[in-house]
C-alpha cells in the first residue's frame, strides 16, 4: 500500500487535467441553458438544488479518485455535492467543487471552474497543493506549496502590486456574494476603496484574479465555503497575493468543508487586505 505521504505527493496536476477534459465534454454536450437546468432533484452537502451537469462534472473527478485508490493511495475526499467520501486516511483531504459558477454555467455565462485542493490538515493552511481550471476563458492555475503559482504554463510574477488612482483608491476589485441588498449595504465602504468592481459569479475565479494581479483585491460579501476557495486561496497566496478569512482569528484558519463559515479577502498588499476586510463586517 503507498503511504499517506505518497498521497500528497501523487500526480494531481495530471489528475486534474484528466478531469478537465472529461467535463469539458459534459459541457460541450449540454450547450443549452435548458440542457444545463436541469435538476437531479436533491440538494448537495452545501444546500444548493444540484444540477445534473454537477453531479456528471463530479462522477468524472471521483472517477479518477477512484482511480488513485486502485494505485494503493489512501486520503479522503471532500465534495460540494457528495460530501466526505472515505478513501482510507483522513490526513490527506482531497477538497472538491466540480463547477464553482454553477448558475454562471447553467447560464452559459464565461466563469465557471473546477476546483481541487489537496491539504495535509482540515483548514486553509493546510492546502499543499491548488487547482482552478476556468472554462470560460480556458485558463489552467495551480499552485504547490512553497514552490509558486503558474497560469497556463507560465509562472505567475509574485513581485505584481497594485494599481491604485491620484486619491489612493484601488483601481479594481472583485465582488464575490454580489446580492443586491449586500453590495447596497457595503456601497459606501466600497465607494472609498475603490473606483470600479467586478463580480465574475466564481469565488475560485475571483481569487484567481487577484494571483495575476488584474484585480487589486477580491471580497466576498457573506461567508464562504471551504470548497469554493480551498484552491485558489493558494494560488493567491503562492503568487506573492495575501489572504484572509476574517471570522477566525486565524487568518487561514477557515475549515475545509461545504458550509459557509466566513467571508474570503485577498489582496496584494497587507493595507489593501486590512481595508476589504472592513468591507465584510
Not at 459558477?101 to 499543499?128: Q, Y
Not at 484552491?231 to 487568518?251: C, H, N, T, W, Y
Request: net charge negative; charged share 25%; glycine share 12%.
Amino acid at each position: 500500500m503507498t503511504s499517506t505521504r505518497s498521497a500528497l505527493d501523487a500526480d494531481w496536476l495530471g489528475l486534474c487535467r484528466r478531469a478537465v477534459s472529461g467535463l469539458t465534454e459534459i459541457l460541450a454536450a449540454s450547450p443549452s441553458t435548458a440542457e444545463r437546468a436541469r435538476e437531479t432533484g436533491t440538494r448537495g452537502s452545501g444546500g444548493d438544488r444540484t444540477l445534473v451537469i454537477d453531479h456528471s462534472a463530479e462522477d468524472v473527478v471521483f472517477g479518477e479518485l477512484d482511480g488513485l485508490r486502485e494505485q494503493g493511495y489512501r486520503f479522503l475526499a471532500l465534495s460540494e455535492e457528495r460530501g466526505e467520501i472515505d478513501y482510507g486516511d483522513d490526513s490527506v483531504r482531497v477538497i472538491i467543487d466540480p463547477i464553482d459558477g454553477s448558475l454562471n454555467a447553467k447560464r452559459g455565462i464565461p466563469h465557471h471552474a473546477l476546483s481541487v485542493a489537496v491539504a495535509s490538515g482540515p483548514t486553509m493552511a493546510d492546502v499543499e497543493f491548488g487547482f482552478v481550471h476556468d472554462f470560460g476563458p480556458g485558463e489552467e492555475w495551480w499552485a504547490r506549496r512553497g514552490e509558486g503559482a503558474w497560469l497556463n504554463g507560465d509562472a505567475l510574477d509574485g513581485s505584481l502590486g497594485e494599481r491604485r488612482g491620484h486619491d489612493g483608491r484601488l483601481e479594481v476589485i472583485g465582488i464575490e456574494s454580489a446580492d443586491p441588498r449586500w453590495l447596497a449595504a457595503a456601497a459606501n465602504d466600497l465607494c472609498s476603496c475603490c473606483y470600479r468592481i467586478r463580480a465574475l459569479g466564481t469565488i475560485a475565479a475571483s481569487l484567481c484574479q487577484v494571483a495575476a494581479a488584474r484585480f487589486d483585491g477580491m471580497v466576498s460579501l457573506r461567508r464562504s465555503r471551504g470548497v469554493d476557495a480551498a484552491a485558489a486561496q493558494l494560488i493567491v497566496r503562492e503568487a506573492g497575493g495575501l489572504v484572509s478569512f476574517p471570522a477566525f482569528k486565524d487568518p487561514l484558519g477557515a475549515p475545509l468543508d461545504a458550509t459557509p463559515s466566513s467571508p474570503v479577502v485577498a489582496a496584494r498588499t497587507a493595507q489593501t487586505l486590512e481595508t476589504l476586510q472592513q468591507v465584510t463586517t
